[in-house]
């Protein structure tokens, strides 16, 4: 038996009280279907409202099965709509994107009603609504009084005792309006069916009792005799909790049933991962950014250099060389590293101030770039093509003569062109403003060209005269490939300073006077040898060579030995003790650096060097990524919540159904955070997908998973499943910012 007892309810607008129920008194019991009716405003709702637990009172008792549930807290009140109260209202509070069948089965899921027996019991109802036919239709194409019988389906499944009905029939036609009361009055045979209604004659023959308020006062309670059995005893539902895979099945369901929110919602997330990948990858690709451009040791600290050297400083065999090459992230192996550290200049005339104007330029392997790095042009197919920093000097298809720093040095003043290039591409250029160094980015075969030169300057070289090692030796050694191998062209003045050190002109009067001293008896009488020391190999392995001499070379200013390009590699290269791989950067280089150790080399990577005074500059750095990485989260956090609410929040009429069904807030949160986290889940695999693709590719698109490893994918996806799980619960506060009722009147 429900009962209400001097039931008082007050409503406060402004400073005024409106008496909305005035000393209520009454008493229900199952089998009666009871028409409250009353001229609009007289406090039906009210009293509908107050009766189901969806309202409180201020004066009075309420009791059911004898129990007093005045004081009942919000939660209890809860409880008690569960057990005993199912509601049909106007608007037909269905759900427009399930079908007929799922709205019904929706209400036997959330109670954990058996899932075996679930299908059948909602055809039933189904059945038992007259709805049969329209079962697989979506709820949106159903028309108002078929939407009515959904609802009253549903409020059955709930098989409670009692089914309250809110103008039910308010917005039907006669014949539907008809039709629904007909089927509530069949239900109320076991249950109590409490109808609002301000249209009393239309229920009158349905009706088995009359209630009419006016002004919040009951002023007729008329029973009209129907023939009917009561039952003073309502038997509650007992709810078993819904099971677990039940709410995933739901969420699951949510998602599908409305797949163009679902589709937006999907992609606004997948934004969200592109963005967090971008400004997680970002602060990787940071982290892994050099500090300097040289060492103290290495004029060149590129981050693609790592040197290598073997442990027993023996020489490398070709072998393993090779090996060196099959590394995963080497482009490419630079046999001599020196060459990395020779410098280059490039001489322009400046018109303006009439003089030439020295540039420097430091060499780089164009291996280490790729194609995307450059700003225009393309990377160097042959030994003569290059790249060049952007330093606004030149552009594509331009040639650049560069000469070796010694070289100039030798031939002061002069315009050089000992080596000339053409410029194929442009790329970004990085310029130490203490030390300023351009960049040419060479072809590995123009670098084994180049390196040449950087033996040659590294190397300690005398001239061995019958044994005797001629310490007077500077001249350089140049090529001249019109030579013959080990045949050795001199510069005849040479000699004459030789043949006059050696006492083949015994009184010397001046310098000119040495001049005059005959160079050829002493080639001939003499045999010639050349040593070379090299700064690795401390072997003193001497070279003879033939000498020649003729008195005037056409072709160079300077003194010097000229021997062909064979032979200068027999003198200066014939072993190599230090080469260097070539990576694309200190990510990469990190990577090689532990194989060659693991390999048992010898690793030094100038890029990587660390001082005492980088650490400041380090901390530094990793706070300002951290500082960057968090703010960009938190902006694309806010971004994709407050997009993703709009979806939200017009899904949450069907919510707050749930909610009105007996679903607890705790299992639509759990909805609400399982259908965020599908759709995130979807979202990572799909943009991992395509960003993995794109790694493949030569893209403008940054390749940022490269600097991914396992453990930052874990973080990627613990920080993406937290921020959408804070996400959902504050969509969960926005669905359930007021109270049901008041909710679902709103909506
Ligand atoms: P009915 O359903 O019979 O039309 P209601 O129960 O909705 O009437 O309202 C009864 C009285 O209480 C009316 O005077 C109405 O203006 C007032 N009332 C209803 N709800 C509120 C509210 N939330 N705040 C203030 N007054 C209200
Ligand atoms: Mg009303």
Redesign the pocket.
Known sequence: MLKLENISKY?Y?GKNV?M?LRKINLEFKTGEFVAIT?E???????LLNVLSGLDTYEDGKMSVNGQDISHYTVNELETYRKQYIAFVFQDYNIIDSYTVLQNVEIALTIQGYDPKNRKQRAIELIDLVGLDSKMNQKASKLSGGEKQRTVIARALAKDCPVIVCDEPTGNLDTESSKNILKLLHEISSDKLVIV?THNYAEIHEFATRKIR?YD?EIVEDQFIEKNRRMNDEFSSVKFIKTRPLDILKISWNNIISVPKKSFFTLLIISFMIVAFIFAFGYTLKERNTSLRTETYYFENANPSRVIVTKRDNTPFTDAELEKLGEIEYVRSVVEHDTVFDSVYTNVIYNQEYDMDEFFDYKVLAASSLNEFDLISGRLPNNEYEVVIGNNGFYVVDDFISISNREFIKTIQGALTDQYTFKIVGIVEQTIDIENVKHELYFHDDALDTLHNNAIYENSQKFLVIDDFAYYGLTQDVRIDNTLGDMEVLAYDMMFFDMCRDFGYKAEIIDDFDAGLCPSAPFIEAHTFSIDVYTRFGNTYDPVSIELDSVPIYPHIFGQGLYVNINTFNTIFEDAIYQPSVVVYDMFEANKVKAELEEMGYNVFYPSGVINEDDAMQIIIRNLQLSLTLGLSLVVVYFVGYFVIRNVVVSKRKDYLIYRSIGASKRIINQVVIFETLYLSFVAFIIVMSLLSINERFDTPIPRLLRYFSVGSYISLLFIILILMILMARNFNKTIFGKSVISSLKAE
């Not at 609009?40 to 009210?46: H, L, Q, R």
């Open positions: 409503y607008s409106v909305a009353g609009s405003g007289s406090g039906k709702s009210t609002v308020l919040g």
